[in-house]
T-cell receptor, first 111, second 113 residues
Framework: LAKTTQPISMDSYEGQEVNITCSHNNIATNDYITWYQQFPSQGPRFIIQGYKTKVTNEVASLFIPADRKSSTLSLPRVSLSDTAVYYCLVGDMEYGNKLVFGAGTILRVKS | EPEVTQTPSHQVTQMGQEVILRCVPISNHLYFYWYRQILGQKVEFLVSFYNNEISEKSEIFDDQFSVERPDGSNFTLKIRSTKLEDSAMYFC???????????FGDGTRLSIL
Protein backbone atom coordinates (compact mmCIF):
# COMPACT_ATOMS: atom_id res chain seq x y z
CA LEU A 1 0.00 0.00 0.00
CA ALA A 2 1.39 3.37 -1.02
CA LYS A 3 2.03 5.80 1.80
CA THR A 4 0.23 9.12 1.43
CA THR A 5 1.04 12.55 2.77
CA GLN A 6 -1.49 15.37 2.96
CA PRO A 7 -1.70 18.61 4.97
CA ILE A 8 -2.96 18.25 8.52
CA SER A 9 -5.40 21.12 8.18
CA MET A 10 -6.59 23.87 5.87
CA ASP A 11 -8.79 26.91 6.34
CA SER A 12 -10.99 28.48 3.70
CA TYR A 13 -13.92 30.85 3.32
CA GLU A 14 -17.31 30.21 1.87
CA GLY A 15 -17.43 30.50 -1.90
CA GLN A 16 -13.74 29.82 -2.41
CA GLU A 17 -12.24 26.94 -4.33
CA VAL A 18 -10.24 24.57 -2.14
CA ASN A 19 -7.43 22.37 -3.41
CA ILE A 20 -6.06 19.62 -1.19
CA THR A 21 -2.91 17.95 -2.46
CA CYS A 22 -1.82 14.45 -1.56
CA SER A 23 1.63 12.98 -2.18
CA HIS A 24 2.01 9.29 -2.95
CA ASN A 25 5.53 8.76 -4.30
CA ASN A 26 5.37 4.96 -4.10
CA ILE A 27 2.14 4.52 -6.03
CA ALA A 28 2.03 1.20 -7.90
CA THR A 29 0.87 0.59 -11.46
CA ASN A 30 -2.44 -0.95 -10.40
CA ASP A 31 -3.22 1.61 -7.69
CA TYR A 32 -6.17 3.98 -7.83
CA ILE A 33 -6.48 7.23 -5.91
CA THR A 34 -9.62 7.61 -3.84
CA TRP A 35 -10.85 10.48 -1.69
CA TYR A 36 -13.29 10.24 1.19
CA GLN A 37 -14.97 12.88 3.33
CA GLN A 38 -15.89 12.34 6.97
CA PHE A 39 -18.11 14.42 9.23
CA PRO A 40 -18.04 13.93 13.02
CA SER A 41 -19.89 10.79 14.14
CA GLN A 42 -20.48 9.66 10.56
CA GLY A 43 -18.84 7.11 8.31
CA PRO A 44 -16.40 8.08 5.56
CA ARG A 45 -18.27 9.13 2.45
CA PHE A 46 -16.83 8.40 -0.99
CA ILE A 47 -16.14 11.58 -2.96
CA ILE A 48 -14.16 10.71 -6.07
CA GLN A 49 -11.75 8.16 -7.51
CA GLY A 50 -9.29 8.28 -10.38
CA TYR A 51 -6.35 6.57 -12.04
CA LYS A 52 -4.83 9.30 -14.21
CA THR A 53 -5.42 12.76 -15.67
CA LYS A 54 -8.64 14.40 -14.53
CA VAL A 55 -11.88 13.10 -13.10
CA THR A 56 -14.89 15.30 -12.36
CA ASN A 57 -18.21 14.57 -10.74
CA GLU A 58 -21.00 16.67 -9.29
CA VAL A 59 -19.11 17.50 -6.08
CA ALA A 60 -15.39 17.57 -6.89
CA SER A 61 -12.58 17.23 -9.39
CA LEU A 62 -9.48 15.12 -9.06
CA PHE A 63 -6.31 16.09 -10.87
CA ILE A 64 -3.57 13.49 -11.33
CA PRO A 65 -0.31 14.41 -13.10
CA ALA A 66 1.34 12.06 -15.55
CA ASP A 67 3.79 10.63 -13.01
CA ARG A 68 0.88 9.92 -10.60
CA LYS A 69 3.08 10.69 -7.60
CA SER A 70 0.59 13.22 -6.31
CA SER A 71 -3.04 14.16 -6.75
CA THR A 72 -5.19 17.21 -5.99
CA LEU A 73 -8.76 17.18 -4.81
CA SER A 74 -10.54 20.34 -5.90
CA LEU A 75 -13.74 21.47 -4.20
CA PRO A 76 -15.40 24.35 -6.06
CA ARG A 77 -17.12 27.11 -4.09
CA VAL A 78 -17.08 25.52 -0.65
CA SER A 79 -19.77 26.14 1.92
CA LEU A 80 -19.82 25.81 5.70
CA SER A 81 -21.17 22.29 5.30
CA ASP A 82 -17.95 21.21 3.59
CA THR A 83 -16.15 21.48 6.92
CA ALA A 84 -14.94 17.91 7.42
CA VAL A 85 -11.92 15.61 7.33
CA TYR A 86 -10.76 14.61 3.86
CA TYR A 87 -8.80 11.42 3.31
CA CYS A 88 -6.60 10.50 0.35
CA LEU A 89 -6.16 6.75 -0.10
CA VAL A 90 -4.11 4.89 -2.66
CA GLY A 91 -4.46 1.20 -3.46
CA ASP A 92 -5.48 -1.53 -5.84
CA MET A 93 -9.27 -1.34 -6.02
CA GLU A 94 -9.75 -4.41 -8.19
CA TYR A 95 -10.06 -6.87 -5.34
CA GLY A 96 -11.39 -6.50 -1.84
CA ASN A 97 -8.28 -4.94 -0.39
CA LYS A 98 -8.57 -3.07 2.88
CA LEU A 99 -8.40 0.69 3.07
CA VAL A 100 -5.65 2.22 5.18
CA PHE A 101 -6.66 5.62 6.50
CA GLY A 102 -4.21 8.27 7.55
CA ALA A 103 -5.04 11.27 9.69
CA GLY A 104 -6.54 13.12 6.73
CA THR A 105 -6.86 16.86 6.19
CA ILE A 106 -9.17 18.83 8.45
CA LEU A 107 -10.85 21.45 6.28
CA ARG A 108 -12.45 24.34 8.13
CA VAL A 109 -14.71 26.59 6.08
CA LYS A 110 -15.47 29.96 7.62
CA SER A 111 -18.15 32.50 6.82
CA GLU B 1 -29.06 5.94 -3.88
CA PRO B 2 -28.52 2.61 -2.09
CA GLU B 3 -26.63 2.79 1.18
CA VAL B 4 -25.08 0.66 3.87
CA THR B 5 -27.25 0.64 6.99
CA GLN B 6 -26.07 -0.15 10.49
CA THR B 7 -27.96 -0.90 13.67
CA PRO B 8 -28.08 0.11 16.41
CA SER B 9 -26.72 3.63 16.08
CA HIS B 10 -25.59 3.54 19.71
CA GLN B 11 -24.97 0.51 21.92
CA VAL B 12 -24.14 0.70 25.60
CA THR B 13 -22.87 -2.53 27.15
CA GLN B 14 -21.31 -3.63 30.41
CA MET B 15 -17.73 -4.82 30.26
CA GLY B 16 -17.53 -8.57 29.74
CA GLN B 17 -20.83 -8.78 27.92
CA GLU B 18 -21.28 -9.94 24.35
CA VAL B 19 -22.37 -7.48 21.73
CA ILE B 20 -23.51 -7.93 18.14
CA LEU B 21 -23.33 -5.08 15.67
CA ARG B 22 -25.47 -5.41 12.57
CA CYS B 23 -25.02 -4.18 9.04
CA VAL B 24 -27.00 -4.45 5.84
CA PRO B 25 -24.56 -3.93 2.96
CA ILE B 26 -25.59 -2.61 -0.41
CA SER B 27 -27.37 -5.22 -2.45
CA ASN B 28 -25.18 -6.95 -5.09
CA HIS B 29 -21.97 -5.94 -3.34
CA LEU B 30 -19.50 -8.79 -2.91
CA TYR B 31 -16.92 -7.56 -0.42
CA PHE B 32 -17.73 -6.65 3.17
CA TYR B 33 -15.67 -4.95 5.84
CA TRP B 34 -15.61 -3.79 9.42
CA TYR B 35 -13.56 -0.81 10.55
CA ARG B 36 -13.45 1.01 13.82
CA GLN B 37 -12.53 4.50 14.94
CA ILE B 38 -11.65 5.29 18.52
CA LEU B 39 -12.59 8.85 19.42
CA GLY B 40 -10.06 11.28 18.00
CA GLN B 41 -8.07 8.59 16.20
CA LYS B 42 -7.77 7.17 12.70
CA VAL B 43 -10.18 4.79 11.05
CA GLU B 44 -8.70 1.30 11.52
CA PHE B 45 -9.34 -1.83 9.48
CA LEU B 46 -10.65 -4.84 11.37
CA VAL B 47 -11.66 -7.51 8.88
CA SER B 48 -12.68 -8.15 5.30
CA PHE B 49 -15.08 -10.85 4.15
CA TYR B 50 -15.61 -12.34 0.71
CA ASN B 51 -17.26 -15.45 -0.60
CA ASN B 52 -18.47 -16.38 2.88
CA GLU B 53 -15.11 -16.32 4.53
CA ILE B 54 -12.65 -13.93 6.09
CA SER B 55 -10.15 -12.74 3.50
CA GLU B 56 -8.03 -10.56 5.77
CA LYS B 57 -8.00 -9.50 9.40
CA SER B 58 -5.93 -7.08 11.43
CA GLU B 59 -4.13 -7.61 14.71
CA ILE B 60 -7.06 -5.96 16.46
CA PHE B 61 -9.37 -8.71 15.27
CA ASP B 62 -8.44 -11.29 17.88
CA ASP B 63 -10.36 -14.33 19.14
CA GLN B 64 -12.91 -12.11 20.86
CA PHE B 65 -14.16 -10.94 17.47
CA SER B 66 -16.13 -12.84 14.86
CA VAL B 67 -18.09 -11.99 11.74
CA GLU B 68 -20.98 -13.70 10.08
CA ARG B 69 -23.18 -13.31 7.07
CA PRO B 70 -26.12 -15.40 8.27
CA ASP B 71 -28.34 -14.72 5.27
CA GLY B 72 -28.17 -12.91 1.98
CA SER B 73 -28.49 -9.46 3.44
CA ASN B 74 -27.02 -9.10 6.93
CA PHE B 75 -23.38 -8.89 7.98
CA THR B 76 -22.64 -8.96 11.69
CA LEU B 77 -19.70 -8.28 13.98
CA LYS B 78 -19.71 -10.02 17.34
CA ILE B 79 -17.48 -9.13 20.24
CA ARG B 80 -17.64 -11.99 22.68
CA SER B 81 -16.42 -10.41 25.90
CA THR B 82 -16.18 -6.66 25.62
CA LYS B 83 -13.41 -4.61 27.16
CA LEU B 84 -13.30 -0.92 27.98
CA GLU B 85 -10.91 -0.36 25.08
CA ASP B 86 -13.50 -1.70 22.63
CA SER B 87 -15.36 1.58 22.99
CA ALA B 88 -15.34 3.14 19.52
CA MET B 89 -17.36 3.84 16.40
CA TYR B 90 -17.68 0.69 14.31
CA PHE B 91 -18.20 1.13 10.59
CA CYS B 92 -19.39 -1.45 8.13
CA UNK B 93 -18.48 -1.07 4.46
CA UNK B 94 -19.23 -2.93 1.26
CA UNK B 95 -17.89 -2.94 -2.27
CA UNK B 96 -18.95 -4.38 -5.60
CA UNK B 97 -16.64 -6.21 -7.97
CA UNK B 98 -14.13 -4.31 -10.06
CA UNK B 99 -12.36 -1.01 -9.55
CA UNK B 100 -15.09 0.40 -7.39
CA UNK B 101 -14.81 2.15 -4.02
CA UNK B 102 -16.00 0.93 -0.67
CA UNK B 103 -19.17 2.49 0.70
CA PHE B 104 -19.53 3.00 4.42
CA GLY B 105 -22.43 3.02 6.82
CA ASP B 106 -22.81 5.73 9.45
CA GLY B 107 -21.57 3.45 12.17
CA THR B 108 -22.52 2.12 15.56
CA ARG B 109 -21.17 3.95 18.56
CA LEU B 110 -20.20 1.28 21.08
CA SER B 111 -19.79 2.41 24.67
CA ILE B 112 -18.43 -0.11 27.18
CA LEU B 113 -19.06 0.70 30.83
Amino acid sequence: LAKTTQPISMDSYEGQEVNITCSHNNIATNDYITWYQQFPSQGPRFIIQGYKTKVTNEVASLFIPADRKSSTLSLPRVSLSDTAVYYCLVGDMEYGNKLVFGAGTILRVKS
Amino acid sequence: EPEVTQTPSHQVTQMGQEVILRCVPISNHLYFYWYRQILGQKVEFLVSFYNNEISEKSEIFDDQFSVERPDGSNFTLKIRSTKLEDSAMYFCASKPAGNQPQHFGDGTRLSIL
